[in-house]
């Protein structure tokens, strides 16, 4: 059942997300960006190849309200486009490149049409490079 796609409801009080998962085989992978601006809070421990959630221990884990209003969550967001990466990390930032298993990825809504792919939790040794 290798990319299969399964849709998954999560529901918060009255309301529901709605998000896919994507099933993959365990050997498959995929290579991630993420841009980081200068003036990101986070900036300081991109140098050093470290993407931390805004609020990994009491953030939320909706990937749709993440993508849509409130980054405050227990992810990080990363494109699977270089390019992407680049516009967000502006000439002054950095772009982290990391690969990482498919299966451990959380497919984002992608409402912005950014190739948008979270991953949870503090994700170290990412590939610190220039745009």
Known sequence: M?????LTVVTF???SSYFSVA?????????????????????QNAMEGIAKPRSRFLGHSD????????????????TT????????SGRDG???ETDVAK???????????ESEVLLRGVIKGAKVTKP
């Open 23 to 43: 099933r993959y085989g365990a050997s498959e992978s995929v290579t991630l960006y993420r841009g980081v601006r200068s003036t990101h809070p986070g900036f």
């Open 63 to 78: 990937p749709l309200k993440h993508n849509t209003e409130f980054t405050k969550s227990k992810f990080t967001s990363w």
């Open 94 to 96: 950095i772009i982290l």
């Open 103 to 113: 299966r451990s990825t959380i497919v984002s809504p992608n409402l912005y049409k």
């Open 81 to 88: 486009d270089r390019n992407i990466a680049q516009r967000f």
């Open 2 to 6: 290798l990319g299969e796609q399964v």
């Open 13 to 15: 009080g009255a309301s």
